[in-house]
C-alpha cells in the first residue's frame, strides 16, 4: 500500500483554483448529506451511461464530476487533487487548467459509458478529472518526487518516488483491475475505465503546453 503525502515540486503562484475545486466539492458533499435527500441527489445529477446513450439528462456529465459517494471518496480525491493539482495550474495557467480538469472528466465518463452503456448505475465523482491532472502532472514532471507513505510487511516507510514510477504504476493499477474485472465479468463499485479515459485525456490534453516549454527553452539556449 501507497500513501502520497506531498511532491517535491514548488509552484511560483498560488494554487487559487485548485482550493476553489476543493472547497467546491467538499461544500457540496456536505450539503447532499445534510439535505437529508443525498440518494435522491444522486440519482437526479448522477450519471446513467444509458440515459446519456438515449441522449437523455446530458447535463449529467459534469454534475456527476462535484457529487462523492461517501467520506473516504471525497477526501481520497480532494487530496489528490491539492498534491498535484497546484502544478498543474501554475503550469497551464488557470483558465487552461478547468477546461483541463473538466476536459479530462468529460472524457472520463465517456470512456466508462463505453465501457457498460447499458449500465443503469448512476456515477459519481470526481476522479475522472482529477485522474486527468495526473495524467498531465506525469507528463509534464516525471522526474519530480512524491514523497510517499508505504507499508511494506506492516511496517511503514516513508519513501521519495519520482513521479513516473508513483503515477505509472497508479495507472497501470486502473489498466489491470479494469482488465480483470472485465474479463471476469465482475460488477464493480470503482469506475475504473472512467480513471484510464481521464488520466490518457489530461496527458494528452497537456501536450501542447510540453512541445511549447521545449521550445522555449531551445530559444533561450540559442540566445
Given amino acids: 500500500m501507497a500513501f502520497p503525502l506531498k511532491d517535491e515540486n514548488p509552484v511560483k503562484g498560488k494554487p487559487i483554483l485548485t ?4 472547497v467546491l466539492n467538499s461544500a457540496i458533499f456536505l450539503g447532499c448529506l445534510l439535505s437529508g435527500s443525498f440518494v435522491e441527489i444522486v440519482e ?39 498534491i498535484f493539482g497546484d502544478n498543474i495550474e501554475d503550469a497551464c495557467g488557470r483558465l487552461r487548467f478547468l477546461l483541463l480538469y473538466l476536459g479530462s472528466g468529460l472524457i472520463a465518463s465517456l470512456a466508462h459509458i463505453l465501457s457498460d452503456p447499458s449500465s443503469t448505475i448512476p456515477t459519481i465523482g470526481a476522479s475522472g478529472a482529477i485522474s486527468g491532472v495526473l495524467g498531465a502532472y ?20 516513508l519513501v521519495k518516488i519520482p513521479a513516473i ?14 482488465s480483470v474485472l472485465l474479463i471476469a465479468r465482475i460488477p ?3 469506475a475504473y475505465w472512467a480513471h484510464i479515459g481521464g488520466f490518457l485525456a489530461g496527458a494528452v490534453l497537456v501536450l501542447p503546453l510540453r512541445r511549447y516549454r521545449k521550445r522555449r527553452r531551445l530559444t533561450f539556449s540559442r540566445a
Avoid: C, E, K
Fill in 138 to 157: 506525469l507528463v509534464l514532471y516525471p522526474r519530480a518526487n512524491v514523497l510517499t507513505l508505504v507499508t511494506v510487511f506492516f511496517i511503514w516507510h
Fill in 19 to 22: 482550493v476553489l475545486l476543493i
Fill in 44 to 82: 437526479s445529477y448522477g450519471m446513467v451511461p444509458r440515459d446519456i446513450v438515449r441522449g437523455q439528462r446530458l447535463y449529467t456529465l459534469f454534475t456527476s464530476m462535484f457529487l462523492h459517494g461517501g467520506y473516504l471518496h471525497i477526501i481520497g480525491n480532494m487530496w489528490y487533487l491539492w
Fill in 165 to 178: 514510477a508513483f503515477l505509472g504504476f497508479w495507472f497501470l493499477l486502473q489498466v489491470l483491475s479494469a
Fill in 188 to 190: 464493480s463499485t470503482v
